[in-house]
């Protein structure tokens, strides 16, 4: 059971980053290499790998780390992705076809490079931002204030209640698609709170027992999944149609048979979330249990 | 072992934040209550608990949740605290007299009103910002990109060799005072990831078996801590000076006496981190686990 975009084996050689002399030496180096993207999306190669290209004279550039000896760079986009989230899911199932360390380096490199393309001006003053330590960081020109590449952490959450999982389908999910909830964790609560309260508010059950599973990266645009495993109180559901489009209870006989790839995907009870997603993670690790 | 700033006990009634009409009656509900601060510390009363006022005419207020039927809410101050966390050690000592249920309160609106007072420009265009979905979301008012409030994710473990545990100063700690290694989680990688990463980056130790302890939200100025816990390969350091002053291995009969209050604090082989630190909770779950 592995998880997705955790495993990038990159060298992250932190102390570059604050190094202007070394960042320029590794920018120099024959073995640079600049990530292919149109956009946002990767330019896949006949393997269905990334492809790499020169580095050049390209302005705005993430440092991503050492492959060996070769430092990897991304470029900023003159553009970062506004569009909401589920707009695209038809590119969360394409990326399943990456080998995991390609996927890891891309999903990466995404939230890097939409981070800087949608923060070129200072949240404090207004004034313009540049690009520092090797882009992991903005400075901006006027106030002096540091700003840095954003993750947010969301719950992520398997529902449990006398054998049944709890499974809901989002607001924009293809029909028959269901995954775990999930919502992010808010100031001034921590993981296992975010989890009682998000299942709470979306489907009105109270959850008790919360633990933690395992964590991963999204990188649509910068999420940081840390799912968790409850226990339900009772079973009612009251749905917030504003948060969910339908939610229910299935059997384990019923997550089986939707996870079995053997299974055509008519004969699913539900179609679960793809290979990159922590929820088909979570499911999996859900039926082993046992 | 209770963490701290998790259990603030309020509804937070997220619905009401897209409903103005709600907002606006909870505004002028005669129980609603404005929390007393002065820049971004809490006023304390007597007892050294929170105490509140009048809403009044605030502008920019944020929504934190119904305490039973009573609107709770934080204004948003003239400017935010840009000032370094270490400069404000004082102040986590002092916020350990407040109640825990205020603690949490507390902690919550903290973070929410600082972002608030730091974010009044747009990342994405440099235009102003307006507050809204009562006090959850600032919307640009020329772009119409929308920004939420920011927790960042925080990665902080024991790590253990042989029954003895690794515990750093960081760079600005008071003298003796020692607590678990931390470190921001990036993009691109999960918490388990930014456990090993970072140990390896301050002390030159390689770490395996990494496993979730617990979590809790840190207001100073909103990360998201991740307790973990995770077993070094070797017990050799090298030390990274640029990012903490000292780091060394103790017995567990030396953690054992650095925690226990009946011991002078001459007498103690360091100084623990204080009890609202998730590194406390971290060291007390350590030595009873056994």
């Known amino acids: 059971m592995s998880l997705a975009?955790?495993?990038?084996?990159?060298?992250?050689?932190?102390?570059?980053?604050?190094?202007?002399?070394?960042?320029?030496?590794?920018?120099?180096?024959?073995?640079?290499?600049?990530?292919?993207m149109e956009g946002l999306s990767p330019v896949l190669g006949a393997d269905n790998?990334?492809?790499?290209?020169?580095?050049?004279?390209?302005?705005?550039?993430?440092?991503?780390?050492?492959?060996?000896?070769?430092?990897?760079?991304?470029?900023?986009?003159?553009?970062?992705?506004?569009?909401?989230?589920?707009?695209?899911?038809?590119?969360?199932?394409?990326?399943?076809?990456?080998?995991a360390r390609d996927l890891a380096i891309y999903g990466g490199a995404r939230s890097l490079v939409d981070w800087h393309a949608r923060h070129r001006f200072c949240a404090n003053c207004g004034a313009?931002?540049?690009?520092?330590?090797?882009?992991?960081?903005?400075?901006?020109?006027?106030?002096?204030?540091?700003?840095f590449p954003r993750t947010d952490p969301v719950a992520i959450m398997l529902v449990e209640h006398d054998g049944d999982l709890l499974l809901g389908r989002g607001l924009n999910f293809p029909e028959r698609r269901y995954s775990a909830l999930?919502?992010?964790?808010e100031p001034g609560e921590g993981v296992e709170q975010a989890v009682a309260r998000e299942v709470l508010e979306e489907v009105g059950v109270s959850v008790t027992q919360v633990s933690y599973v395992a964590s991963q990266p999204w990188p649509f645009p910068s999420q940081l999944m840390l799912g968790c495993h409850g226990m339900a109180r009772g079973r009612e559901l009251t749905i917030d149609e504003t948060e969910i489009a339908e939610a229910r209870w299935f059997t384990r006989a019923?997550?089986?048979?939707?996870?079995?790839?053997?299974?055509?995907?008519e004969d699913r009870p539900f179609l679960p979330p793809p290979p990159t997603a922590i929820a088909r993670h979570l499911l999996n690790w859900w039926l082993e249990r046992g």
Request: charged share 20%.
């Open 5 to 36: 975009f955790c495993e990038h084996g990159l060298n992250r050689d932190d102390h570059a980053r604050a190094n202007p002399e070394r960042l320029a030496d590794l920018r120099a180096s024959p073995l640079a290499r600049l990530l292919a």
């Open 49 to 99: 790998g990334l492809t790499w290209g020169e580095l050049g004279e390209v302005a705005e550039v993430v440092f991503l780390g050492l492959d060996g000896d070769a430092p990897l760079f991304a470029a900023v986009p003159e553009a970062g992705d506004t569009r909401p989230a589920y707009q695209q899911r038809p590119a969360w199932d394409a990326l399943s076809l990456l080998p």
């Open 128 to 147: 313009p931002t540049q690009i520092a330590k090797g882009g992991w960081q903005r400075n901006c020109t006027s106030c002096s204030a540091q700003h």
């Open 182 to 185: 999930a919502g992010f964790v």
């Open 254 to 265: 019923e997550v089986a048979t939707a996870m079995d790839r053997g299974v055509p995907d």
